[in-house]
């Protein structure tokens, strides 16, 4: 009797540690088509690899990956996205599933839940960890005013300029990367600090690292 092939599995995440101990965890059930480290990588890997299921980190480099998670959906790649991740916050999973995840699962639950995300996913249905289900639909169905996230009042392009500047990056070097005029990042800088109310550049650097745009 021929074995039915192994679900194909792309996994995201820039802590070298962290990706070798979820390659032993998922090895059993699911084949572990590539590793990447930052946003941008995901979305090259799932364009070339289209893989069943990606597991990513919410915090990466370039782009982080609910900003990833976005990218895809504009492009028609429907392939489901399963989160693992350290922060511990509602608007984190909120802004996940509004961006169309297939799961939200906390690092320290790993060993317990991904699995079950995983196959969560492949079924179409969405794993939320219990740990944050219930926060997260009281959130999603109270008013505007005490739900409103201020990262939602960034367009993805905004949010993709923030978390380059907040790596340390130049605007030339962001222009780049993004290929975009030096003045077009200005442009999205001046527009993300008047939109949140900020006053400085450090000010939107603190506002990126509060919400988890990039790591500390």
Same mark, same amino acid.
């Given at each position: 009797?021929?074995?039915?092939?192994?679900?194909?599995?792309?996994?995201?995440?820039?802590?070298?540690?962290?990706?070798?101990?979820?390659?032993?965890?998922? *090895?059993?059930?699911?084949?572990?088509?590539?590793? #990447?480290?930052?946003?941008?990588?995901?979305?090259?890997?799932?364009?070339?690899?289209?893989?069943?299921?990606?597991?990513?980190?919410?915090?990466?480099?370039?782009?982080?990956?609910?900003?990833?998670? #976005?990218?895809?959906?504009?492009?028609?790649?429907?392939?489901?996205?399963?989160?693992? +991740?350290? &922060?511990?916050?509602? *608007?984190?999973?909120?802004?996940?599933?509004?961006?169309?995840?297939?799961?939200?699962?906390?690092?320290?639950?790993?060993?317990?839940?991904?699995?079950?995300?995983?196959?969560?996913?492949?079924?179409?249905?969405?794993?939320?960890?219990?740990?944050?289900?219930?926060?997260?639909?009281?959130?999603?169905?109270?008013?505007?005013?005490?739900?409103?996230?201020?990262?939602?009042?960034?367009?993805?392009?905004?949010?993709?300029?923030?978390?380059?500047?907040?790596?340390?990056?130049?605007?030339?070097?962001?222009?780049?990367?993004?290929?975009?005029?030096?003045?077009?990042?200005?442009?999205?800088?001046?527009?993300?600090?008047? +939109?949140?109310?900020?006053?400085?550049?450090?000010?939107?650097? &603190?506002?990126?690292?509060? &919400?988890?745009?990039?790591?500390?």
């Amino acid at each position: 009797m021929t074995r039915a092939p192994l679900p194909r599995i792309l996994l995201a995440d820039d802590h070298l540690m962290v990706a070798e101990a979820l390659k032993s965890l998922l *090895s059993a059930e699911f084949e572990l088509v590539g590793v #990447v480290e930052d946003g941008a990588a995901m979305i090259d890997a799932a364009r070339r690899l289209q893989p069943d299921v990606i597991v990513a980190d919410v915090t990466m480099p370039r782009l982080n990956g609910i900003g990833a998670l #976005v990218r895809l959906r504009q492009e028609g790649i429907r392939v489901p996205v399963v989160f693992l +991740t350290m &922060h511990r916050d509602v *608007s984190f999973a909120r802004r996940a599933l509004e961006a169309g995840a297939s799961g939200f699962v906390l690092k320290h639950s790993a060993s317990v839940e991904l699995v079950l995300a995983i196959r969560s996913a492949l079924e179409g249905k969405t794993y939320l960890t219990p740990q944050l289900a219930g926060e997260v639909l009281e959130a999603m169905t109270e008013g505007p005013r005490k739900t409103e996230d201020p990262v939602a009042a960034l367009t993805p392009r905004q949010l993709e300029v923030l978390q380059l500047l907040a790596e340390g990056r130049s605007a030339k070097e962001i222009a780049a990367n993004l290929e975009i005029s030096t003045r077009t990042v200005e442009f999205h800088k001046y527009q993300m600090m008047d +939109t949140l109310g900020i006053r400085s550049g450090a000010e939107l650097i &603190h506002f990126a690292i509060k &919400h988890g745009l990039v790591g500390p």
